[in-house]
């Protein structure tokens, strides 16, 4: 089917609207650094042409942050491309105030509340493991 996987993980302790706004954040990191893996755009029976979404699946998975930065550690080690989003980021109001929280962040310490993931299927499930899907 597909060489590489795509994991979505959002904290489990946010409110529902700030967990659909972390999965459509990391999405669309994903799309972003990962050109290839795009669709072609969809074409409706009157000839409209609408845009492209990924042309794989995206698994979304939960976790408590001690678990999100576990995940963060493995990612690093098996070099995914790795999508972060952190609580700071909640709290600005564009992406170049997100980009000043994020390295004002202690590097070792991330209070993530998402992790968008990408790369060999193996390595994403050895990084995945023990988490569950989002309910």
Partial sequence: MFDTKIALIVRNDLAIWQRLNVVAFLASGIA????????????????????????????????????LQKVHKKAIDQELTIIPYIYAMFSTGNDDANRQVFLAEDANHLNLVGLGLRGPKKAVDKAIKGLTLHK
């Fill in 32 to 67: 972003a650094s990962a050109q290839e893996v795009m669709g072609k755009p969809y074409i409706d029976s009157n000839g409209h042409q609408y845009g492209k979404m990924l042309g794989q699946p995206m698994m979304v998975f939960e976790g408590d942050l001690p678990s």
